[in-house]
């Protein structure tokens, strides 16, 4: 979601033509893109013309309407975009040219769908300074959008609490200077994390501390593994395999216990 930056809440007219050359090249077809668009708050019917310039058009149109924040809508549009794992060339390339754009315009992209001011006050908080700081109500408050999602669109559910526990351990990680894994996928990101979490130091419970973590990160590969076949992150295809609500829920009610957990612990350390 957008702060409220006045006049910069306008799309800049290059980030306009970034946006709708990657996001309409990656969608390529009219119905996902029309849904896409409208699911964001994007005023109006579909305009005509090809992917590209229905996406520039609808883009263009957020910022003649006084009525909509056009930067919470450009957020929202390209965010299951810029949250995929880079899985070819092309995601990467389209990621790295919308960044720049923004950049270019004193903006950025984060975590959940959040475009802030770059360099300038007031800056968005984003998920990681939430997490950084231990904003437990915060971090509920996303997964509260998660659960929100469940009956009308699981997948996105999904991706969004994958995106949550991404966020936390690359937060973790950045904050106590620990060496990246080679893959950034979260299942690698979860391992570097477990190793340097601070544990009852008790004997007596080593064994159960191990079995507990054998646990977590099966939920992390599960989550992932969730993500990456009917998560709304990869587009998610023509026929995307059916999940329940009920199937999905406890993916996000797994992905909320384990980032609650590593906040706790990560945050008491540093209380006492």
């Not at 309409?24 to 708050?41: A, I």
């Amino acid at each position: 979601m957008a702060e409220d930056f006045g006049m910069g809440r306008q799309i800049p007219n290059s980030v306009i033509g970034a946006t709708a050359s990657v996001i309409g090249q990656h969608y390529y077809r009219h119905s996902k893109l029309d849904t896409l668009f409208m699911e964001s708050g994007a005023p109006g019917e579909p305009p005509a013309g090809n992917c590209e310039s229905k996406c520039a058009s609808w883009l263009r149109r957020c910022n003649e309407d006084q009525g909509v924040d056009a930067l919470d809508v450009l957020g929202e549009v390209i965010q299951d975009f810029m949250e995929l794992e880079p899985y070819n060339g092309d995601v990467e390339k389209g990621q790295q040219r919308i960044r720049d754009a923004l950049a270019k315009n004193s903006l950025s992209y984060q975590t959940n769908g959040r475009i802030a001011l770059a360099g300038s006050a007031p800056v968005a908080v984003g998920l990681s300074d939430l997490l950084k700081r231990g904003d437990f109500a915060s971090v509920e408050r996303e997964f509260e959008r998660a659960y929100q999602q469940l009956v009308g669109d699981p997948h996105a559910a999904i991706t969004a609490a994958c995106a949550i526990i991404e966020a936390l351990c690359k937060t973790f990680i950045e904050t106590f200077a620990l060496e990246l894994p080679s893959k950034m996928t979260v299942v690698a990101l979860w391992r570097t994390v477990q190793v340097h979490l601070g544990l009852n130091p008790d004997a007596t419970l080593a064994e159960d501390q191990r079995k507990m973590l054998q646990g977590l990160a099966s939920v992390v590969d599960g989550v992932g593994a969730y993500r990456t076949h009917i998560g709304s992150a990869h587009g998610r295809g023509i026929a995307p395999p059916k999940i329940s609500v009920s199937e999905a829920r406890l993916a996000v009610t797994a992905a909320h216990t384990l980032v609650t957990f590593i906040m706790e612990i990560w945050h008491d350390t540093e209380r006492q």
